[in-house]
């Protein structure tokens, strides 16, 4: 029932039709437009043929600039029945609004209860799934459940749990060589958790930045965030960055600042009031470190003593990845040592272990190691397999570091097969990763074994050889050291080479390099004998004998070992067979 006079509706369209015009649209057309109604519609709102309905005329006040009352109140003229009408209207509708908005709310917040509630689940679970894959060293599962986290946590806006997805992608990719991507994420991370004052997080990002950076050859970059690190507020930071900073005097083969860096470090940790699992924790970082620079210096004796106390606190603190390294540590140092069954099967649980968990730089790095040994062993064609099964994983990977250590390994085995030429193009592209990566230990290692493979006139190869010794020397590492003297004391007059060999054996003696000392122990005994000194000889002879019955137990297992000394022996009256070599 139309309780509004017809009087009324033409009352209120003049009073709209005014409003119009005094805001200055030019036509009630004009305005229809813009409001998006049509043209109809305006007129007959205009000449009361239709009630205007109160939701589209709060609309024409809101674009007239008028109140609602302004339209319904102060001129008589207005139908009382029209006002008592919309004023009812008015307050239904609001009574209507308040109701359903009230509704909405509790549904909203229902919905919204339990959906933040799954969210929340899911991000907890994500972040246990990723601490879990990097615990377990899966690489691949880490970057896709970084992925996943980072999704969920943007769809929460979760600021915290962003950063620390990032984190884990960060890692993940790192582990798989990605080393661009990695370096973009955690550079991110550092970013937004520093605007956030995040600064546990902030420093958690720059340790594996620093890594990142290392592997990449932006040395100076990795330097300016772990001093960052160690001059941190916080316990944790601080030592981290002293153990990164000696990491990087280690791999730049600045020894004394290493040990001026992981003394610092050790200060820390030993100064912090700390729970003794954190301190354990720290102490297995420690001891890794320790570890790296006794092999960057050539100390092999002093490295294994070191790894033997850092797998047996890993093991004690739950660190899994210083157990990875300290397995791949031992590996090392026994293929160093001669000590070759260990090496052998240390390596082959190394191997299985990185195709397992997928890990590149592991399986890299173990196939670059069993490329030395089976050298070192006299099996030139199988060095060369697995030289290349090496550099074929490391190109893979993209990780130069790996790269290096697989031309490193691979130019070795050429040139022991003979392949000269081979060996010359693998010894250039270890020098040019090793400049770029400032990676000094491994550059004077192809330095050396360029000397090696050189070509040209002698004069300028033994003056290089001398200038080799020389920074051999002042950079303290002795198994380089002792293998540059070995290498110098080619063509030297016999006094020369004496002193030479001499100095080179008791280097490679001292640093624990077995084929060190027991290539340089046969120079010796060679050199005594062709200047007819049998006794000398005699003597030589036997403390090598001794030496490798110490240390691999029979000559027989390296056939290249086995008729070296058999010929010495035979040529001074030793018989074979531990009796006779101590004679």
């Not at 009087?7 to 057309?29: F, N, P, T, V, W």
């Not at 973009?184 to 970013?191: D, K, M, S, Y």
């Not at 403390?543 to 240390?551: D, K, Q």
């Amino acid at each position: 029932m139309d309780l509004v006079t017809s009087d009324g509706r033409k009352e209120l369209g003049r009073r709209i039709q005014a409003a119009i015009m005094e805001a200055g649209y030019g036509s009630l057309s004009e305005f229809a437009r813009q409001v998006g109604w049509s043209r109809a519609l305006i007129y007959q709102y205009v000449n009361g043929t239709v009630l205007v309905q109160l939701d589209r005329l709060q609309q024409i006040a809101e674009r007239t600039g008028k109140t609602l009352e302004w339209f319904l109140v102060g001129d008589q003229a207005v139908d009382n029945g029209l006002v008592a009408e919309l004023r009812e209207a008015l307050g239904t509708a609001r009574e209507e609004v308040r109701a359903l908005q009230l509704e909405l709310s509790e549904e909203r917040a229902a919905r919204l209860s339990e959906g933040q509630r799954q969210l929340r689940s899911e991000l907890n679970l994500l972040g246990d799934y990723c601490r879990a894959l990097r615990r377990a060293g899966d690489a691949p599962g880490l970057v896709e459940a970084g992925s996943r986290w980072l999704e969920a946590a943007q769809r929460a806006g979760d600021q915290r749990s962003q950063m620390q997805a990032r984190l884990q992608m960060g890692h993940g990719w790192f582990l798989q060589g990605q080393l661009g991507r990695a370096e973009e994420v955690l550079a991110e991370a550092v970013t937004e958790a520093g605007g956030a004052g995040q600064e546990a997080i902030v420093n958690s990002a720059r340790q594996e930045l620093v890594r990142v950076l290392l592997q990449s050859g932006k040395t100076d970059e990795a330097r300016r965030q772990a001093s960052s690190l160690a001059h941190a507020d916080l316990w944790w930071p601080r030592w981290a960055g002293r153990l990164m900073l000696a990491a990087i005097a280690a791999q730049e083969a600045e020894l004394d600042e290493c040990t001026e860096e992981l003394q610092q470090a050790e200060e820390v940790i030993e100064s912090g009031d700390e729970p003794a699992a954190r301190r354990a924790v720290a102490r297995a970082y420690l001891l890794s470190n320790r570890v790296t620079a006794a092999l960057a210096a050539g100390q092999y004796g002093r490295a294994a003593s070191l790894n033997d106390e850092l797998r047996s606190l890993a093991a004690q603190a739950g660190v899994a990845d210083q157990l990875r390294e300290a397995e791949l540590n031992r590996a090392i140092i026994a293929v160093r040592r001669g000590q070759v069954a260990d090496a052998q099967r240390s390596l082959g649980l190394l191997r299985d272990w990185a195709q397992m968990a997928q890990d590149a730089r592991l399986e890299a790095l173990t196939s670059a190691f069993q490329s030395e040994l089976a050298r070192r062993l006299g099996q030139p064609a199988e060095a060369r397999e697995l030289g290349r099964a090496a550099l074929q994983k490391a190109l893979g990977s993209g990780q130069p570091h790996l790269m290096l250590e697989a031309h490193l390994a691979l130019a070795h085995a050429e040139l022991a097969d003979g392949r000269t030429d081979d060996a010359r193009y693998h010894v250039a592209q270890a020098q040019r990763l090793a400049g770029e990566l400032r990676h000094r230990r491994l550059e004077l290692e192809a330095e050396l074994l360029s000397l090696r493979v050189a070509s040209g006139e002698q004069a300028s190869v033994r003056a290089m050889e001398t200038k080799l010794l020389a920074t051999l020397e002042k950079t303290g590492i002795l198994d380089l050291h002792a293998e540059g003297m070995l290498l110098h004391a080619r063509g030297q007059a016999h006094d020369d080479r004496l002193a030479l060999l001499q100095s080179a054996a008791a280097r490679a003696l001292d640093s624990g390099h077995f084929w060190g000392a027991e290539a340089a122990l046969r120079a010796l005994a060679e050199t005594y004998l062709s200047a007819g000194d049998h006794a000398a000889a005699r003597e030589t002879i036997a403390t090598g004998c001794r030496l490798i019955e110490n240390t691999i137990g029979t000559a027989e297992c390296c056939p290249t070992i086995e008729a070296g000394w058999r010929q010495l022996r035979e040529r001074v009256g030793i018989s074979p067979g531990r009796e006779g070599a101590s004679q």
